[in-house]
């Protein structure tokens, strides 16, 4: 089983930045995307950015040049750098990273437990 650890959620004034790490941990699997999502109060989980094992990234237009994602393979880990960051980023943000299970012998799609980001004016 393939389990995720975030990190780095805070408070902080708009305009600032925080940078959220996602850790993958477990045995014999194998990751193909890895990507981060966030959900406001009251409003429904969106797509923020991800990443393939290749290295093309997509993002969200509301976060374009603003936010950085990259991942470290060696450390099976997925980093979300938050710049110039406004409040209505406030949110909780999830990782989430899919892959196969060598162990299990099938695919996966694990979420984060969540941390919350707070950008207040």
């Known amino acids: 089983q393939v389990q995720l650890v975030e990190s780095g959620g805070g408070l902080v004034q708009a305009g600032g930045s925080l940078r959220l790490s996602c850790a993958a941990s477990?045995?014999?699997?194998?990751?193909?995307?890895m990507g981060w999502y966030r959900q406001a109060a009251g409003k429904e989980r969106e797509f923020v950015a991800t990443i393939t094992s290749d290295g093309n990234t997509n993002y969200a237009d509301s976060v374009k040049g603003r936010f950085t994602i990259s991942k470290d393979d060696a450390k099976n880990t997925v980093y979300l750098q938050m710049n110039s960051l406004k409040p209505e980023d406030t949110a909780v943000y999830y990782c989430?990273?899919?892959?196969?299970?060598?162990?299990?012998?099938?695919?996966?799609?694990?979420w984060g437990q969540g941390t919350q980001v707070t950008a207040s004016s």
């Open positions: 989430n990273v899919r892959g196969y299970n060598v162990r299990c012998g099938r695919p996966y799609n694990t």
């Open positions: 477990g045995s014999m699997f194998s990751i193909n995307f």
